[in-house]
Each structure stands twice: as C-alpha cells, then as structure tokens.
C-alpha cells in the first residue's frame, strides 16, 4: 500500500464520484488498477501540473490514466463530475440547482 497524495481522494469524496464513473467491460480480463487509483493519479497530475510521463512510479501507468482521461473526456464524464459537484456546492448554499440548457 503507497502513501496518500495531498491531491488523494478522501472515502467521502470518493463516494460522492463513484457513481460518476464509468465501469469495466464485462468482457476481457478484469482491470489491473482500480477507478479510484486512475482517478488519484489524474488529480495528482492536475494538481502538481507535471507531464503524464512524470507521474510517480507507484501511481498506475501514465498510459493507462492518460487513456481513461481521454476517454472520459470524450463520453463527458469530466463535464457529469463537475456539474454534480457544482450542484452540491449550490444546494449546500441554499440556491437551487442549474437547468441544463435546452437548445
């Protein structure tokens, strides 16, 4: 076990993103990395602003977070997070929720 990183999602906030993620494939070969660990390790990279060749050794391969940020990104997960979390930070301030934009 490595351990944390400042930038290391708590069990809260990890339960909060959880379900934003999308799951492994039921075919082929279960992962080898966690969803939380791919995630820590692209918050490490956002919050220390190194290159994706540079994350640390222990953190899961830059590959194979690269691909998973890219792919996110791609089917929108990154937009989904922070809408959800935007959402909570209104509510928590007594406003109401955003719309989405309807065009």
């Known amino acids: 076990m490595r351990e944390n ?6 069990d809260k906030e990890w339960a909060l993103l959880e379900p934003l993620i999308p799951g492994g494939s039921i075919l082929g070969r279960p992962p080898r990395y966690s969803k939380r660990d791919i995630v820590n ?5 956002v919050r220390s602003g190194c290159a994706w060749r540079m994350l640390p050794h222990d953190l899961p391969p830059w590959r194979i977070c690269y691909h998973y940020f890219s792919k996110w990104k791609h089917e929108g997960v990154w937009e989904a997070i922070h809408d959800r979390l935007r959402d909570i930070v209104r509510v928590h301030h007594g406003k109401k929720k955003l719309q989405p934009l309807r065009l």
Do not use: R, V
């Open 41 to 45: 390790a692209i918050f490490y990279l």
């Open 5 to 10: 990183y400042p930038s290391d999602l708590t």
